[in-house]
């Protein structure tokens, strides 16, 4: 399967412990979305990035939530220190990056709860 | 700033009939593109349809079929003769090109086909 994958799919914490979540996009899409989406509302954008370069942040990502991708390919969002407010899917998506093309593909999400 | 209207609500149809569902969106930049998504009770988004905002011709594709008026900045989609298996939450959703292309969603509409 080549779409995007998404580890795990599912993860219960306590509060205050941190968590780390993984995105594999599809292969040779440069561009790579983190949204989250809480319990009947629709996904809203976390951050951005052009290959390995974080070209944007919403005001959504506090200090406590830091995203990487190092290599241009998997990314990765950490979020330390987690409150109960955090609980919510963590949806990824990738997307060539061609504007004539733009659609952006979805995982299948993390679901986070904190307890 | 980007945003999209969707009136959130719990919309049910029987077998076979259409549904329309409306969507309003306000931006400010002259280059955008609209979208709609599929999300079923697996959670997984699946990407529906795409209008640019530079072209207005109104298609069919399947039993999909979408109305995009820029006069009135609506992008409505109509599902034909549904399926039980379209019984999901729809998105619209609307990207800018001078926003990296982030999407901004509705708050969606849940679907109910009733066999």
């Known amino acids: 399967d080549t779409g995007v994958s998404q580890d795990p799919r599912h993860k219960i914490t306590k509060r205050g412990q941190n968590v780390t979540f993984r995105c594999d996009p599809i292969s040779e899409h440069n561009r790579l979305y983190w949204y989250r989406q809480t319990l009947g509302q629709g996904p809203e954008f976390l951050t951005y990035f052009q290959n390995e370069a974080q070209l944007e942040k919403s005001r959504l990502l506090s200090d406590r939530f830091s995203a990487e991708r190092p290599k241009g390919s998997f990314s990765t969002l950490e979020i330390q220190r987690t409150e109960q407010g955090d609980s919510a899917m963590y949806l990824c998506?990738?997307?060539?990056?061609?504007?004539?093309?733009?659609?952006?593909?979805f995982g299948p999400g993390t679901r986070l709860t904190v307890l | 700033a980007q945003k999209v209207t969707q009136a959130q609500t719990e919309i049910s149809v029987v077998e076979k009939e259409d549904v329309t569902l409306d969507c309003v969106y306000e931006?400010?930049?002259?280059?955008?593109?609209l979208f709609w998504y599929k999300q079923p009770p697996s959670g997984e988004l699946v990407f529906l349809i795409r209008?640019?905002?530079?072209?207005?011709q109104n298609e069919i594709s399947g039993r999909y079929s979408w109305n995009f008026q820029k006069s009135t900045s609506s992008f409505n989609f109509t599902i034909t003769a549904s399926q039980v298996v379209d019984s999901a939450v729809y998105f619209c959703a609307l990207s800018e090109r001078e926003g990296n292309n982030r999407l901004a969603f509705g708050k969606g509409n849940q679907v109910v086909v009733i066999p």
């Open positions: 998506a990738s997307s060539p990056g061609d504007y004539r093309s733009n659609e952006q593909f």
């Open positions: 209008r640019n905002s530079f072209d207005e």
């Open positions: 931006t400010r930049d002259t280059t955008y593109y």
